[in-house]
């Protein structure tokens, strides 16, 4: 019952000076950073859609996949924004298990958090000096964000965290997009209370510093379902949910108001196959009331090459090895025809 202190790790900066981000992509993000701000400040009517595997597990196949989205990316400009997800945390309801390239930089060896920082990194590197996009990744941990921060598009922080303070704190100096998620009971206040939090100007001890932070006007609401009282997931995706929502998520108290759908997790019952049907209602309540296509800003799929999952050790190329994921036929086809309907 005692921490082992086993090794000191390098900090954030020593990382990202030993892995840069070449001085091209950095001119590039910017101009990519305006254009997404821009959806969520509801001045771009195009929608997001963030995009990929449920766990970013290794890097082989994980470009392979973000090559094909790259190239769908392009033919759809100018309906999404598409930002791949690359989330290399996994929560663990019960704090066992396989939890991402961070803890796992090989999924079926021990921990190895020095070589997951690098992996971490490189992955998320990759992505975007061989695809032209920028990344998405769940801040799981928020003092690891320094490790990525100059990398990531959007930040998204999970169900099981959106109620802590120091996610919420941090969440307010992110110099971009953080999604909140519903917390896993799914109430409401808890993800409007956060985004508040988010995007007021905070003080607080982060990473041996006292730090003051000016609020995050981007910080919004992703909605992914809950599991209700009877012990059952539930959506909260459907038409009289996104009305409610856009009932009290108003701007005489938040700085622009936006919801992305989470179309697997809960909203789901964790059947990728339904977020194709699910895509579809969402759009068809945008277009049923201006109330609710004035919140809507995009969608988050879980996507891979392979259609399901499978046990870490299953050995099947692009098939997830956590939650279940559409594959890419069925997710290129969805593309398509969500481009094609807005």
């Known amino acids: 019952m005692a921490f082992d202190f086993m090794r000191k790790l390098p900090i954030p900066q020593e990382i990202r000076e030993q892995m840069p981000l070449s001085a091209d992509a950095k001119q590039r993000k910017c101009a990519f950073d305006e254009a997404v701000a821009n959806v969520l400040r ?48 996994k929560p663990r309801t019960k ?37 032209g996009m920028y990344t998405a990744d769940e801040m799981l941990y928020p003092s690891n964000y320094q490790f990525l921060k100059d990398l990531l598009a959007y930040n998204a922080v999970g169900a099981r965290s959106v109620e802590n303070q120091e996610h919420r704190l941090v969440a307010s100096g992110v110099p971009g997009p953080v999604g909140m998620k519903n917390p896993t009971g799914g109430s409401l206040d808890v993800m409007l209370n956060s985004i508040y939090a988010a995007q007021q100007s905070q003080t607080f001890i982060y990473r041996n510093w006292e730090v003051r932070t000016t609020g995050n006007e981007l910080a919004h609401a992703i909605l992914r379902g809950y599991v209700g009282s009877d012990g059952r997931t539930h959506a909260n995706y459907h038409y009289e949910h996104l009305e409610r929502l856009a009932d009290c998520y108003t701007t005489d ?90």
Not at 70 to 89: G, M, Q, W
């Open 42 to 89: 509801g001045k771009d009517g195009r929608k997001l859609l963030i995009m990929g595997p449920c766990s970013a597990d290794r890097e082989d196949a994980v470009l392979d996949y973000m090559v094909r989205l790259a190239a769908v990316s392009e033919k759809v400009a100018d309906k999404l924004i598409i930002i791949p997800r690359v989330y290399t945390n």
């Open 95 to 131: 704090g066992t298990g396989y939890k991402g390239l961070l803890h796992n930089p090989n999924p079926q060896a021990g921990d190895d958090l020095l070589a997951g920082v690098k992996a971490i990194r490189h992955m998320h590197l990759r992505v975007i000096e061989e695809t």
């Open 253 to 342: 108290m938040y700085n622009n108001p936006a919801v992305v759908i989470d179309c697997n997790h809960d909203n789901s019952g964790k059947r990728p196959l339904e977020q194709v049907r699910i895509c579809n209602e969402v759009l068809d309540s945008m277009n049923r009331s201006s109330k609710v296509a004035g919140l809507f800003r995009g969608f988050m799929v879980e996507s891979y090459l392979e259609d399901g999952n499978q046990p870490v050790n299953g050995g099947v190329y692009g098939k997830s090895i956590t939650d279940a994921c559409l594959g890419w036929d069925a997710s290129e086809r969805l593309i398509f025809s969500m481009a094609e309907r807005l």
